[in-house]
């Protein structure tokens, strides 16, 4: 995702901290995240990595919990990535309320829906000074790319 003129993408990483927090201490909050978080809405790298290996996890109908997924990480050689399992013990530990998972979960999905949006607008902008090809053409995936966005299943739940 490109910074446009040095801005920041609109991110809450407190949010994303909080939301895998939540999880690890309370891990039945998947149930009530997974239907309006989107698995690619956060935007640091190590907390998308984080989330794969606890949704993985649930999906086999195991705990979550920072043994659980720190052991997932290491068997995947992803725990040094995401910053071990200190990294996990602090997300647990300064979690603000873990009952909050959904209220989290939606910052965390919204600022990535605004990300989204601003991929799609450069790639609209893009196609718009790309004047090689039909015009039908490039309307119609310029039309794509935006309705892809705002037509995500997440969104409608969200």
Not at 117 to 128: N, Q, T
Not at 136 to 156: F, H, M, N
Request: aromatic share 6%; charged share 30%; net charge negative.
């Amino acid at each position: 995702m490109a910074k446009a003129a040095g801005r920041l993408p609109p991110q809450s990483l407190e949010s994303e901290k909080a939301l895998l927090g939540a999880l690890l201490i309370r891990s039945d909050a998947m149930a009530d995240v997974v239907d309006i978080l989107a698995q690619d809405a956060f935007y640091a790298e190590k907390h998308r990595v984080i989330f794969r290996a606890m949704l993985a996890l649930w999906g086999k109908n195991e705990p979550i919990d920072i043994e659980t997924v720190r052991a997932k990480l290491s068997s995947e050689g992803k725990i040094d990535n995401v910053g071990g399992a200190s990294y996990l013990a602090e997300l647990a530990s300064e979690v603000p309320a873990a009952g909050n998972a959904r209220h989290y979960a939606g910052t965390v999905q919204h600022k990535y829906m605004l990300r989204s949006l601003i991929d799609a607008g450069e790639y609209v902008a893009e196609r718009g000074y790309d004047d090689a090809g039909e015009i039908e053409e490039t309307v119609e995936r310029a039309e794509k790319r935006v309705y892809d966005v705002t037509s995500s299943p997440t969104l409608s739940k969200f």
